[in-house]
Each structure stands twice: as structure tokens, then as C-alpha cells.
């Protein structure tokens, strides 16, 4: 609990590394995770310091790995994560990586290009071999002479020309054949005949067999095409609108037995490149499967390595070039076990000097350290999101565990709603630990699971103010017997007989609407709701056991009693938590020693908060006890007798609570008032005056020669990286202590205004617990009343099956409403409340978080 009331002592020192040592040293100080070094040579750029060319042999293999990656990925491999956590590698270790991911790489390169041009070769043979066997149907031997002539078909398969023409014709005719992108089709047909004027003929037909585009790797049905001409001319042209359109153009033998001899080759070269590319795959797959072994083990190693290296460059050298020395910031109790990753890093790299740490003074403030669980790191996520707290100050996180949940219950409170945000947290709780819930990629899950405990908290205390509200779903739960009785007011003679005109009931007396066959017609004709009068003997039998009476969810005027009692409670808790949140500024004044501020600020403070607001709290519960049902009529209101506390007048209209109310008032707001001037000026004249009581009687310097030994480098009181301009100043100048005096004379006006206005704003602002509670309880009754109640109300006997849909559609709207956007608003504006009503009376939240070394992420949780 120490440690998580406020931040833990961290401690500003240096390390002495020997050169042979420091790798191994800082590599078990990243395993152990407990030191946030400092930059010593911040005016140094990243190319000339001391072990840059480390660092590059480090991105060199990186950009190794990224290759291999990639090529793992274009091979549909998936690299797992690394099975455990290796050390970082020695220099003879890191060698050897570079060396086999180089040659990895290397095999890899050399693999896929070859494996790249088979498949391309293929493909071109099989296109080729498609093309042939097309331009066979195309150019097909005319029947003998003498045989009886063929029917012309209108079919692509036909051949072109008309065998009876063979005979007459002299001139020779020429083929070019290839294969065509099915997007490039119609314009090559339209460009061939326009260029060459009709003379040729043209024939298209999709290749049988999809095939890969080289260019974008997807699968396509190319278009295989035939082309006759006659002259040398136009073969030109054919050929030259070919390239331009990146035809793939192949020799067309002329006889049909070449074509045959060429088709015959092409089977043998293709069984052929089968065989090779096949063995060429196994080959790379077995690269591969070394990839997939060894790439996550490399990565980390050379990471940390790369991270080993980044931290030395941070270091700076000493006169004689053989220590390292390194400025961290260090949990004091954790030092004992930084000097034990030092000797053991000492050990591992074979020195014979051993390395250790020292710490030494600063000034400076250090960073803030709260460790935390898988628990506690939901709550002081919400207190780090306002601010990180500055050193060693209050820590907000231990009682936002109680008064957030329960802020936020305040204004969900409902047993059902409750019931289900608590399960489905527990559902993350037990389940906490399953990859797949921790490895989600969407960022609004991993939200809801990293708060699953804040979640269970505020399911687990809205089903308690649930219980207090007596809600269930909108509906009351009568979980003990009601201590009102109907039936005895029910035998009262005034229900029977009295015939005055009705009257509006006093909204602490439930209002029943009666049956008409239960009472005299004449008397319920004049009075449509029926009131309950607890000064008839057993109508009222006590107080009931635990929460609201469920006969209040059966009376008309039950809202105007809710939003008196919710009003009422929301200003008491408002106060209480004020009050808590400046109580809790006694710890910062006695810690940082300061105690003049519990007199000056915090006894003002306290004076101004209780002689007004708390003293409505008093007047509150003194109402409750003092007056019952016999005299509730003569009751006085609160709300005048509090404006007549400023106005320091009284109200003949409304009756003292008390002998002697007007007096006590008038002195409380006079000890408010006198309380303003000593939060306004007490702290700036007190520190006014012991700053001149402190120079009056400094002591004289003390000699040079009389000083410790400081190492070389550094000056009294300051790090090593230090200036001397930063001790060198002297004591202050009387300008400097009027600028000073102003300064805080300022802050402490700017925070006088801020609380005292303050306490009239958050006590208003608590009124939000009310406004929220009666929105989620209304909501909540409407959405039962216009969904359930009309499914079980119009509907008869054979509608059950129509209940399933309605009941389908209340849970979705139940969900999706009041669970989600109900539930974020209460959350938002419970987080309003801590941070501006409840955080500012003693949290300044203006320090930073201790960022330590570690390879392992999150080495504090």
C-alpha cells in the first residue's frame, strides 16, 4: 500500500562501467529493468558518437530480417513469436547471426529469382504450346482433290481460308501468332485494321487454361490470336502493333508436320521444367523453414543489441578512456540489485574490474515510480490520463478503487443493468489470461479488457445501489415485506366517508390510484388517488429493512419523493468527497515539510468548506431526525434558512429548525469570510519573512579547500553534465526575491478564487449524480413500458411465439442504451468529478513518469 499511496524515492547515480564490461552490464540491467539512464552527451549528434558504427551493423541486419520477412510473407508464411526470450547476442554471437541471415538472405535471393525465371520460361512454353494447337484448327490441310467439298460452318474452328481457293492462289501466305492481355483485344483488332487496310485476317480465341500475368501476378484467360497476311509490309506492321500492345508473339511454323515436330519438343521441355521447378520449390521451402525458425530469435537479440549499443552512446568516457560512465535515475531499494546485475555482467564478460554504482546528490526533481498490478493498473491509468503525479505526492489511484465505482453506481444504479456489466467483466476476468482476448487488434475491446476489474467494481456497486433505488430493469423487487398497509387505511373511515374535495398528497406520503369496486363510487369520483397517512396507527409499520419501500414504484408522486431523497444524497456525498479530497492535502504539507501550510491553507480551507456547505449537510440530517410524519406540514425549508445565512435575515414565514439558528449562522459565514484573507495572504508573508529571517543569518561560504573531492567534470551538488553557470549564480538578487514574492503572492490569489468559488461550482456540480440517476431510472421505464409492457399486454395466448422478437428487440435496446451509451455517460462524468471536484483540493499531477531500460515491455506490471 506504500508504495501505491505515493510514488516511491528514486535516486539519482552513477554507474562506472569498465570498457570490457559495459556491454554485458547494461545488457543485465535491460533484463532486469530498473534504471532510466540519461543522455550525458545531448550536444553530441548521432553520427560521431563513440559506437555508431555498432548501431549501423545493427540496422544492416535489420534491413536483413525485413527481406526475409517479406519474402516469408509473399510465401504465405506467418512468423510466430519468439517461443522465449534470448539474451543479447556477444560480439562472437552477433557475428555468426549476421553471417547465416546474410546467407539465408543470400540462398533466398538467388532461389526466387530462379525459381522465378522457370516460372516463366514454363509459362511461355505452355502459351506456346496453346498457340499451336489453336493455329492447328485455324490452318488445317485442305481435303485431295476429287473428295466432295465440305459444308462451310460458321465455326471458329473451320479453317480460314477455303480449300477450293488453294489452287489459285500464287502468292505465298504468312502467319504471326501469339498471345494477347483480353483487356487490349478490341483496340489491337480496331489498330490492325485501320494500319493495314483489310489485308490480313485475324482470328481470336481465349486460351483453355487461366494463366499468371507476370506484371501483376494475377490469374487471367489470356487471348490467344492467328494472324494471315499477304507482303512483307504488312508483316511489318502486324509485328510492330504487336510490341506496341506487349503481345507475346511466337514462331508459327508453315507445314503441319514442323508444327507437330515443335508441339512434340515443347511436351518434353515442359515435363522437363516440371521436374526442376518442382525440386526448385522444395529447395525453397526448406530455406524457408529455416527462416521461420531462426528470424524471431534473431530479432530480439539483434534488438536488444541495437538497444545495448543506443544506451553506451549515451554514456560518457572518462580521462583515460578505459570506464564508461552512466548518469540513471533508480528506485533506492532496487540499488542492491543494480550493484548484482553489475557484478554478475562483470562476471559473464571475463573482467577483472568490477563495475558498480554510487549514488550522488541532485537537485533536480526525479520521476515518478507507483508500481501497479493487473488490478490497480486501471485506476491509476485514470488518475495518470490527468495528470502524472509530481514526486512522491498523494496518489489519487488507492481511493478512486472505492469512490469511483460507487460515483458511478450513483448514477447507474439498477440491479439488472448492474448484474450484466459484473458478468460480462467476470467473463474477462476468468478468461483473462487467453490469447485471444489479450492479442485482439481492436483498439475499443483491448480498452474494456485492460479495465475488466474497473468494470467488475462498478457492475458489483451498481447492483448495490441498485438494491437501495429497489430496481430491477425499471421494476421494484419486494425482497421484504412493505411497511405500509393498505388494508388498515383501507378500513379508516375517511376513505369511506369523507367527501371533501381532494388535495395534492406531501410528496414523502405515497399516493395509491384504487380499484373502482374497492370504495364508495361518490368518494373515489372526487378523489382519484388515494393517500396513505402513516399518523393513523399500523398504516405505517417502520422503516423498511434495506433501500426504498417498493410501494413507492405503485404511487403517483414516487418521482417527487426519488428527486428529494437523490438531490439530498447527492449534495452529502458532494460534500464528503470535497471534504475527503482536502483532508487528503494533510499528508503532501507533513511529507514535504511544510507544515505552516496545515495552519495557512489547510485550516482555511477546511473552515470555509465546513462553516457553509457542511454546515448544509448538518441542516439536512437534522431535518430527517428532527421532524416525522405528525409535523411534517410545519417543516421549514432548508433551502430559505440557507439563503438567509448570506442574507443574515430570517424569514417569519418559515420556523427555525432549532433555538438560536440565527446567531450560529451569522457566525459561520463570519468565520467563512475571515477565512478568505488568511488562505489569501497567510503562506506568501509567512515565506516572505523566513526568507529574510534565512538571509539575516546565512552562515559565511564555506573554503574550496574544504569541499569533498568531486570527480572530474562535475560541481557541488550537480551531476557530471552539469554547467557551471548553473551553480556559479550566487545567492539571489533583491529583484529576484521581489520577483519571487509576486509570484507566488499570484498563485496563491489564482488559488484562493479557484477554491472558493470552487466550493459553490463542485457542490453544484454534484447535483449531476441526481440529474443522471433519475435520467437512467426514466429511460429505463420508458423502454420496459413501450417495448415488454405492450409485448405482454396486447398480445394473447398464441402471441408467445411474437414475445420472442419483442424480447429479442428489448434486450438489444437495453444493451445498446442504457448498458453502452448510459454507461459511458455515467463513466465520463464520474470521471469529471475526480479529476475536477475531488483531484484539485490536493493533487497537482505535474511530474513525469520513470521510463526504466528494459527489453521486456511493461517491466513494472
Not at 782 to 807: C, D, H, K, Q
Request: proline residues 6%.
Amino acid at each position: 500500500m506504500g508504495a501505491l499511496f505515493r510514488s516511491e524515492e528514486i535516486g539519482l547515480a552513477q554507474l562506472f562501467l569498465h570498457s570490457a564490461a559495459a556491454y554485458s552490464c547494461v545488457s543485465e540491467l535491460g533484463e532486469r529493468g530498473l534504471l532510466e539512464f540519461r543522455d550525458l552527451n545531448p550536444k553530441v549528434s548521432a553520427f560521431q558518437r563513440r559506437f555508431v558504427g555498432e548501431v549501423r551493423r545493427c540496422e544492416e541486419m535489420e534491413k536483413t530480417f525485413t527481406f526475409l520477412q517479406q519474402e516469408l510473407r509473399g510465401a504465405g508464411r506467418v512468423l510466430g513469436p519468439c517461443p522465449e526470450s534470448p539474451r543479447a547476442p556477444l560480439a562472437r554471437e552477433a557475428l555468426r547471426v549476421q553471417e547465416q541471415s546474410e546467407q539465408l538472405a543470400q540462398e533466398l535471393r538467388e532461389v526466387s529469382h530462379n525459381r522465378a525465371s522457370l516460372r516463366g520460361r514454363l509459362r511461355e512454353l505452355r502459351q506456346y504450346l496453346h498457340v499451336l494447337r489453336e493455329g492447328q484448327r485455324f490452318t488445317s490441310l485442305p481435303a485431295p482433290l476429287g473428295s466432295p467439298p465440305r459444308p462451310r460452318a460458321l465455326s471458329e474452328h473451320e479453317p480460314i481460308l477455303d480449300p477450293s481457293l488453294h489452287q489459285h492462289l500464287d502468292r505465298k501466305i504468312n502467319f504471326v501468332a501469339g498471345v494477347i492481355h483480353p483487356w487490349r483485344v478490341s483496340a489491337f483488332e480496331r489498330l490492325l485494321w485501320r494500319a493495314c487496310r483489310g489485308y490480313l485476317v485475324a482470328s481470336f480465341v481465349e486460351m483453355p487454361e487461366p494463366m499468371e500475368d507476370p506484371a501483376t501476378g494475377e490469374s487471367i484467360t489470356w487471348v490467344i490470336f492467328l494472324i494471315s497476311y499477304w507482303g512483307e509490309q504488312i508483316g511489318q506492321k502486324i509485328r510492330k502493333i504487336s510490341d506496341c500492345f506487349h503481345c507475346h508473339v511466337y514462331p508459327y511454323p508453315e507445314s503441319e508436320a514442323s508444327r507437330a515436330d515443335t508441339m512434340s519438343g515443347l511436351h518434353s521441355q515442359i515435363q522437363d521444367l516440371s521436374v526442376v521447378l518442382e525440386e526448385t520449390e522444395q529447395y525453397l521451402a526448406q530455406v524457408l523453414d529455416k527462416v521461420v525458425l531462426a528470424l524471431p530469435t534473431w530479432r530480439v537479440q539483434i534488438q536488444k543489441m541495437k538497444a545495448i549499443y543506443l544506451i553506451l552512446n549515451q554514456c560518457s568516457f572518462d580521462v583515460t578512456e578505459k570506464c564508461l560512465i552512466a548518469e540513471v535515475w533508480c528506485p533506492v531499494r532496487d540499488l542492491t540489485q543494480v550493484q548484482d546485475a553489475l557484478r554478475q555482467g562483470s562476471y559473464k564478460s571475463g573482467s577483472s574490474v568490477e563495475c558498480f554504482v554510487q549514488r550522488i546528490p541532485t537537485s533536480e526533481s526525479p520521476p515518478t515510480l507507483i508500481r501497479t498490478n493487473k488490478f490497480t493498473a486501471g485506476f491509476q491509468s485514470i488518475v495518470d490520463a490527468y495528470g502524472v503525479a509530481s514526486y512522491q505526492e498523494v496518489n489519487p489511484a488507492p481511493y478512486a478503487i472505492i469512490t469511483f465505482p460507487f460515483i458511478f453506481a450513483i448514477m447507474f444504479g439498477d440491479v439488472g443493468h448492474g448484474l450484466l456489466m459484473f458478468l460480462f467483466a467476470l467473463w474477462m476476468v476468468l478468461y483473462e489470461n487467453s490469447p485471444s482476448l489479450q492479442q485482439a487488434s481492436n483498439e475499443i475491446w483491448l480498452t474494456f479488457f485492460e479495465g475488466r476489474y474497473l468494470i467488475l467494481l462498478m457492475g458489483a456497486f451498481s447492483i448495490y445501489t441498485g438494491f437501495i433505488y429497489n430496481e430491477c430493469f425499471s421494476k421494484a423487487t419486494v425482497i421484504f415485506p412493505s411497511a405500509w398497509s393498505v388494508a388498515t387505511m383501507a378500513n379508516h373511515s375517511s376513505w369511506r366517508w369523507d367527501s371533501q374535495p381532494p388535495c395534492d398528497p406531501p410528496r414523502s406520503l405515497p399516493a395509491l390510484t384504487p380499484p373502482r369496486s374497492a370504495h364508495s363510487s361518490d368518494y373515489l369520483a372526487t378523489h382519484p388517488s388515494l393517500t396513505l397517512d402513516p399518523n393513523v396507527t399500523g398504516v405505517f409499520q417502520g422503516p423498511y429493512p434495506f433501500g426504498i419501500d417498493p410501494i413507492w414504484s405503485l404511487a403517483t408522486n414516487h418521482l417527487n419523493f426519488l428527486n428529494s431523497f437523490k438531490m439530498k444524497m447527492s449534495v452529502v456525498l458532494g460534500i464528503v468527497h470535497m471534504g475527503f479530497g482536502v483532508l487528503l492535502g494533510v499528508f503532501n504539507h507533513v511529507h514535504f515539510q511544510q507544515r505552516h501550510r496545515l495552519v495557512l491553507e489547510l485550516l482555511p480551507e477546511m473552515v470555509f468548506l465546513l462553516a457553509l456547505f457542511g454546515y448544509l449537510v448538518f441542516l439536512i440530517f437534522y431535518k430527517w431526525v428532527k421532524f416525522s410524519a405528525a409535523d411534517s406540514l410545519v417543516a421549514p425549508s432548508i433551502l430559505i434558512h440557507f439563503i438567509d445565512m448570506f442574507l443574515f435575515t430570517s424569514n417569519a414565514g418559515n420556523l427555525p429548525l432549532y433555538r438560536g439558528q440565527v446567531p450560529v449562522q451569522t457566525v459561520l459565514v463570519a468565520l467563512a469570510l475571515a477565512s478568505v484573507p488568511v488562505l489569501l495572504l497567510g503562506t506568501p508573508l509567512y515565506l516572505c519573512c523566513r526568507r529574510r529571517a534565512s538571509r539575516t543569518s546565512r552562515p559565511a561560504p564555506v573554503a574550496a579547500a574544504e569541499q569533498e573531492p568531486l570527480l572530474e567534470g562535475q560541481e557541488a551538488g550537480n551531476s557530471v553534465n552539469a554547467t557551471k553557470e548553473d551553480v556559479e549564480s550566487g545567492g539571489p538578487s533583491p529583484d529576484a526575491e521581489h520577483s519571487d514574492f509576486a509570484e507566488i503572492f499570484m498563485h496563491q490569489a489564482i488559488h484562493t478564487i479557484e477554491y472558493c468559488l470552487g466550493c459553490v461550482s463542485n457542490t453544484a456540480s454534484y447535483l449531476r449524480l441526481w440529474a443522471l440517476s433519475l435520467a437512467h431510472a426514466q429511460l429505463s421505464e420508458v423502454l420496459w413500458t413501450m417495448v415488454m409492457r405492450n409485448g405482454f399486454v396486447r398480445l394473447s395466448y398464441a402471441g408467445g411465439v411474437v414475445l420472442v422478437p419483442v424480447f429479442a428487440a428489448f434486450a438489444v435496446l437495453t444493451v445498446a442504451i442504457l448498458l453502452v451509451m448510459e454507461g459511458l455517460s455515467a463513466f465520463l462524468h464520474a470521471l469529471r468529478l475526480h479529476w475536477v471536484e475531488f483531484q484539485n483540493k490536493f493533487y497537482v499531477g505535474a511530474g513525469y513518469k520513470l521510463c526504466p531500460f528494459a527489453f521486456a515491455p511493461d517491466a513494472w506490471e
